[in-house]
Each structure stands twice: as C-alpha cells, then as structure tokens.
C-alpha cells in the first residue's frame, strides 16, 4: 500500500482545522484544562507544555489506528480531550472516573499502558516491527520527555530503534534539559534552515539524483562526511544521528504550524525520525510556568491564585526526609540516593544539607540500587528512597549486586500499599512478596511517624545486610504510638478472633476491634513489625486460642503475609479458619485510597463484616 493510499484511508482527527482555529482550540483546552486539573488534581504543567504538540499530532496522524505511545504518560490530558473524552474530564483520577494516564481499555485511541519511564521507544519499536511483519501500514510514533532520558531503557530502545530501519517517529519533548550545551545564534540559525519546506524538498530531490549513479554514490559518501563534521560540532544532534536516527529540529513545541508542517514532513520519511521539540511546562498559566516542579503534580486548587484548596499537612515522607537529617548529622557515612524524586521522597532537606552525600540518578532505579552496592561495600551507608512502584525495576540488582554479598543497603519504600488516584502503574502492591524473596533481606513496617523514625534508625544503626522500611502515601491515623522494636507485638487482648496486621492497616484493626466489642465479640490484635523475616510465634500463640485468623493487608494476595502466616499455622499443627482479605491476583484501578478500601473490604468496616462471617454471627 503506498503512502498516498494510506493517506486517503486514514482520517486525522483535527485534519481539516485551519491555523487560526488550531490556535483558538489550543487556548480552550488550556483553559478547560486548568479548570478540570483544578478539581480533580493531576498532572498540570506537563499537560500545559503539550497542548500545541498533542493538537499538531492529531492534525496529521489519526490515532484510532496510528499508534501514539506515551512515556510515563503524564501529558495524555489533551489527547484524551481531543479522542471523545472531554467531557469525561470532571471525573479524571476519580474512582469510577477516566484514568490519569493512558488506557487502552478506556479508547482505542490509548495505544499503549503507562505511567513508568523510559518505556516508549522500546514499545513503539515492537509496534513497528508487528506492523512489518504481520504486512500492515500505519504510522508509530513515541513521544518521551527530557527527563525520560535518564533511564537507560530509553537509550536501549533508541539504539534498537536507530538500527532497525523501521518507519518510527519518536518526539522528544524537551521542556528543561538541553542535549548539549548551546552554541548560539549559528546553531539556531542552521537548525531552521534545515526545516525550511525548500530545504526538505531539495535534500530528496538530492538523494534522488545521487543514489542514480555509481558517482553520486561515492560524491555524497565524501559529501556526506564533511557534512556530519560540521553539524556534529554545531547542532545538537550527533548522539541520535550516531544511533541511527535522522533528526529534524529542534523545533518551537508552541508553534502549531510549524510543528504541523514538520510532523507532516517526518509522516513521509520511511526511517527512523527524532523530532526534537522545545516546550515550556506550565505554558499559558503563570503560576505553573514560575514554578513548574510545584505544578506537575497538583492537588485540588484555586486557578485564580494557584494555592491549593488545602493545606498540606505533615506525612510519612516528611518524616523520612527529617529524619534522614538526623541520621546524617549522627554519621557522616551516611549517604542519601532518589531516582529523580527529591521532593517527592522528602530527601530535600537532606540534600540540601549535606550536597556532598545526596545523590541523584535520574530515573534510573537499577542504577540507583547498583551504585548502593558498591558504595555498601566500600564502607558507606547508602539508604535509597524510592516509591514502591519503582523498585519493582531494580529487583535483579537488589537479588544479584545487593543479597549476594549481605550488603547494608537501606531502602526507604515509599508509596508502599494503595496509593489512589494514580492507578494501577503506582499501586504499592507488590513489594511485601518480591522483598520476601531476596535472601537476607529484612522488612520493617511502620504504622506511625514515630515508628517510622526510630525503625529507620534501627534499619540504618543496628541491623545489617538489605534492610527496607515500608511506608505508606499521605499522614498517619489514629494510632500514633511506638510498639517498640519487637517483631511482633499483642496490640488488643481477646478471646473470640485474631486480627493481624502492619503498616496503616492497624488503624483499620482497631477500628473493626470497636465495632466488634459493641457486639460483644473481644478481638485479639496483633501488630507485626517485622514483616520479613516473619516471626509467627505470637500468631501461633492466639489462633491456638481464638481458632480464628482475619488478615488484612494492601497487598497482592500471592505471596502476601496472610498467607505465609496461613503457611505458619499449618506447620505448626494449628486448625484454624484463616481469612485473607487483600488485593487479590490482580490490579488495582485508580480512586481515592478510602473508596478502593472500602470496595475491596480493607477498612473497618469491611474487617468486622468478615469477622462476623468467620465467627457465623450477624
């Protein structure tokens, strides 16, 4: 099928809008999307940035059957917009509501899942290499921002994808980080020169006429040469010509037509293409565009002032962070290590007061746990803070760079258990099973702020070998206490049932404990502490008593707690009912973390209503 074919089938959305329309659109969508993110929260600056890029994609490529791929996917506001959504952006992030990122379940527009890094070369060249050999025709373009390109992953996929001389697109969406540094008004100069329409026009007209003859061939070889030995010295596009790319740009991101014109250029180009477009996060909104790390992730918000509808208030990761100032200050060997979340990890004031211990990654989590390692072996103490979801990357280096040698290397597992409105891809789900497998490894969950402070000094003074220290999104609950630095400890004394927990869900055990003593049924809580190794011994000692175990837990159920402590008793002899109420085997979708408890029956309520079943009474 030829391309012309090809264009004939295929209906871009947005192909028949013309530039002063393209523009209008561009500041309605700007304008509703300020007004929906508001409410709802989300990701705001990255969407801003993207508003002209998203509506240019959609004047030249049609989506239902061109595959988009989206990195991380932060930025996918506008094209969800644009692909029969808009009016589904009130309930965005909301339980029941359109997801944060994109979903291929939600529109046939949604080319692919996201919401991790460093994915979306690699993607869309596996998309490329289908669409060769299953015979079809459409085009595949991935769109990865600047700071995506930290991750080692991206540059995996860009030197298959260079290689590969497959028809693919990847945008690179530059809102803060230069390739190299720059050179001026030459470079500038040169750079839109070559996406002249006279330029483009000529450059095949050449190649045409010297590919003809033996002569041509060798003439532009020589030509060739001379050429890449000035552009590598005066453009900043050597590294992704090396890899076997053929760059265009860069480009103004807020340019409509010239990003049309370009995107319309780079459609009839069958090779790999990197389109380097440059664009302001936060464009079009003052307060994001003056401070955009605050505006890229918001919660509710006055758009007339830019502050939050709330306060923020103290969490688990402030704690982290301060007391990580503490330990730092007791024991200069102690070092402090994010993937590109210094804020997010609390490790701000960390960094800010010891500069020279404080290291940054990028989103390079397998690097992060690698270079721990070797820093643990030489004598430092490394704690990498880190969300849940995230360290799923680094499992083979935690097993390989980290177990293998016993190597005190502290994690702080943020985000661990439901995080909410983010979904499936931030879900803290599985951590509690994969840690469980890595020999030596020791696992700490704290229920509150002042737990979570002496543990992590423990973590980093006393125990040896990996240590991690689970914590949840978000303040802590009612209980608010130190058991002290016992595996487990006997929380509530009862006779009738047996409720273990850890973690945030001890909040939820005490208050299915109160509701159930209204019933005259006495609950025995027993909290654990240290959740691997797991120690049963207490559990054991009251399931011999109760005959009856409920355990809760924001976990996936394979390899959870309730199961190893369900393994326990069975060794032990002990005949129990024993209930496990948790995530299940599969995913969990995004909502507020209060609703997902409640639907998957892990608040108070929920915990009680089982006890009750267990115990047959109503």
């Given at each position: 099928m030829s391309n012309m074919q090809k264009k004939e089938e295929y209906s871009p959305l947005l192909a028949n809008l013309t530039d002063g329309e393209g523009e209008e659109l561009c500041k309605l969508l700007r304008q509703e999307l300020i007004e929906n993110v508001s409410k709802t929260g989300g990701h705001l600056g990255s969407n801003l940035g993207?508003?002209?890029?998203?509506?240019?994609?959609?004047?030249?490529?049609?989506?239902?059957?061109?595959?988009?791929?989206?990195?991380?996917?932060?930025?996918?506001?506008?094209?969800?917009?644009?692909?029969?959504?808009?009016?589904?952006m009130e309930t965005l992030r909301q339980h029941g509501g359109i997801a944060g990122f994109p979903k291929p379940s939600e529109s046939i527009h949604d080319a692919f899942i996201a919401g991790h890094a460093s994915n979306s070369v690699a993607v869309a060249l596996g998309m490329a290499r289908a669409r060769t050999l299953m015979g079809e025709d459409y085009d595949v373009i991935a769109i990865i921002g600047d700071g995506a390109l930290s991750g080692g992953l991206s540059y995996e996929g860009m030197s298959n994808a260079g290689q590969s001389g497959e028809q693919i697109l990847v945008i690179l969406n530059d809102n803060g980080m230069s390739i190299t540094p720059s050179v001026g008004a030459v470079a500038e100069h040169l750079a839109k020169q070559r996406l002249k329409p006279q330029y483009l026009s000529f450059k095949k007209y050449y190649h045409r006429i010297m590919d003809s003859t033996e002569l041509g061939r060798r003439a532009d070889k020589v030509i060739h040469r001379a050429k890449q030995a000035i552009k590598h010295s005066l453009l900043p596009c050597s590294m992704f010509e090396d890899m076997g790319f053929n760059y265009l740009g860069p480009v103004d991101g807020h340019d409509l037509y010239r990003l049309t014109e370009i995107l319309t250029y780079a459609k009839k180009l069958n090779e790999p293409v990197l389109l380097h477009v440059k664009t302001v996060k936060g464009k079009g909104y003052m307060y994001a565009e003056e401070n955009p790390d605050a505006f890229h992730g918001v919660s509710p918000f006055d758009p007339t002032t830019g502050k939050p509808l709330k306060a923020s208030s103290r969490n688990f990761s402030d704690v982290f962070g301060d007391t990580m100032?503490?330990?730092?200050?007791?024991?200069?060997?102690?070092?402090?290590?994010?993937?590109?979340?210094?804020?997010?990890?609390?490790?701000?004031?960390?960094?800010?007061?010891?500069?020279?211990?404080?290291?940054?990654?990028?989103?390079?989590?397998?690097?992060?746990?690698?270079?721990?390692?070797?820093?643990?072996?030489?004598?430092?103490?490394?704690?990498?803070?880190?969300?849940?979801?995230?360290?799923?990357?680094?499992?083979?280096?935690?097993?390989?760079?980290?177990a293998i040698d016993h190597l005190h290397v502290v994690f702080g597992v943020d985000r661990a258990g439901l995080v909410g409105e983010d979904g499936e891809?931030?879900?803290?789900?599985?951590?509690?099973?994969?840690?469980?497998?890595?020999?030596?490894?020791?696992?700490?969950?704290?229920?509150?702020?002042?737990?979570?402070?002496?543990?992590?000094?423990?973590?980093?003074?006393?125990?040896?070998?990996?240590?991690?220290?689970?914590?949840p999104r978000g303040g802590e609950g009612t209980y608010t206490a130190d058991s002290g630095a016992a595996a487990a400890v006997v929380l509530r004394e009862g006779a009738d049932l047996t409720?273990?927990?850890?973690?945030?869900?001890?909040?939820?055990?005490?208050?299915?404990?109160?509701?159930?003593?209204?019933?005259?049924?006495?609950a025995e809580i027993i909290k654990l502490n240290t959740i691997t190794p797991l120690d049963a011994t207490l559990v054991i000692q009251s399931v011999r008593k109760t005959g009856a175990l409920i355990v809760p837990e924001e976990s996936a159920d394979s390899g959870c707690v309730g199961r190893r402590l369900e393994a326990a008793l069975a060794e032990a002899n002990v005949v129990a009912d024993v209930r496990c109420i948790n995530c299940g085997e599969g995913l969990v979708p995004h909502g507020a973390v209060k609703l997902l408890k409640r639907d998957l029956s892990l608040d108070g309520d929920g915990i009680a209503k089982k006890a009750l079943e267990v115990l047959k009474r109503g």
């Amino acid at each position: 099928m030829s391309n012309m074919q090809k264009k004939e089938e295929y209906s871009p959305l947005l192909a028949n809008l013309t530039d002063g329309e393209g523009e209008e659109l561009c500041k309605l969508l700007r304008q509703e999307l300020i007004e929906n993110v508001s409410k709802t929260g989300g990701h705001l600056g990255s969407n801003l940035g993207a508003v002209e890029l998203t509506v240019a994609l959609h004047k030249v490529f049609d989506t239902s059957k061109d595959r988009l791929v989206f990195d991380v996917g932060h930025q996918c506001y506008v094209h969800k917009m644009l692909t029969g959504r808009r009016e589904d952006m009130e309930t965005l992030r909301q339980h029941g509501g359109i997801a944060g990122f994109p979903k291929p379940s939600e529109s046939i527009h949604d080319a692919f899942i996201a919401g991790h890094a460093s994915n979306s070369v690699a993607v869309a060249l596996g998309m490329a290499r289908a669409r060769t050999l299953m015979g079809e025709d459409y085009d595949v373009i991935a769109i990865i921002g600047d700071g995506a390109l930290s991750g080692g992953l991206s540059y995996e996929g860009m030197s298959n994808a260079g290689q590969s001389g497959e028809q693919i697109l990847v945008i690179l969406n530059d809102n803060g980080m230069s390739i190299t540094p720059s050179v001026g008004a030459v470079a500038e100069h040169l750079a839109k020169q070559r996406l002249k329409p006279q330029y483009l026009s000529f450059k095949k007209y050449y190649h045409r006429i010297m590919d003809s003859t033996e002569l041509g061939r060798r003439a532009d070889k020589v030509i060739h040469r001379a050429k890449q030995a000035i552009k590598h010295s005066l453009l900043p596009c050597s590294m992704f010509e090396d890899m076997g790319f053929n760059y265009l740009g860069p480009v103004d991101g807020h340019d409509l037509y010239r990003l049309t014109e370009i995107l319309t250029y780079a459609k009839k180009l069958n090779e790999p293409v990197l389109l380097h477009v440059k664009t302001v996060k936060g464009k079009g909104y003052m307060y994001a565009e003056e401070n955009p790390d605050a505006f890229h992730g918001v919660s509710p918000f006055d758009p007339t002032t830019g502050k939050p509808l709330k306060a923020s208030s103290r969490n688990f990761s402030d704690v982290f962070g301060d007391t990580m100032v503490k330990l730092g200050q007791e024991d200069k060997r102690v070092c402090a290590i994010t993937a590109a979340m210094v804020s997010g990890t609390g490790l701000q004031p960390f960094a800010t007061a010891y500069p020279d211990r404080f290291f940054d990654v990028g989103i390079a989590e397998g690097c992060a746990v690698s270079m721990a390692a070797g820093m643990a072996k030489q004598g430092v103490v490394p704690v990498f803070a880190v969300y849940s979801t995230f360290l799923q990357r680094s499992y083979d280096m935690l097993l390989h760079d980290t177990a293998i040698d016993h190597l005190h290397v502290v994690f702080g597992v943020d985000r661990a258990g439901l995080v909410g409105e983010d979904g499936e891809t931030h879900q803290g789900l599985f951590d509690v099973s994969y840690l469980d497998s890595v020999p030596g490894m020791t696992v700490l969950a704290p229920s509150s702020f002042l737990e979570l402070e002496h543990m992590l000094r423990r973590a980093v003074q006393e125990i040896s070998g990996p240590v991690a220290v689970r914590y949840p999104r978000g303040g802590e609950g009612t209980y608010t206490a130190d058991s002290g630095a016992a595996a487990a400890v006997v929380l509530r004394e009862g006779a009738d049932l047996t409720l273990a927990g850890y973690g945030m869900q001890i909040n939820d055990l005490i208050y299915a404990a109160e509701l159930l003593e209204r019933k005259n049924i006495h609950a025995e809580i027993i909290k654990l502490n240290t959740i691997t190794p797991l120690d049963a011994t207490l559990v054991i000692q009251s399931v011999r008593k109760t005959g009856a175990l409920i355990v809760p837990e924001e976990s996936a159920d394979s390899g959870c707690v309730g199961r190893r402590l369900e393994a326990a008793l069975a060794e032990a002899n002990v005949v129990a009912d024993v209930r496990c109420i948790n995530c299940g085997e599969g995913l969990v979708p995004h909502g507020a973390v209060k609703l997902l408890k409640r639907d998957l029956s892990l608040d108070g309520d929920g915990i009680a209503k089982k006890a009750l079943e267990v115990l047959k009474r109503g």
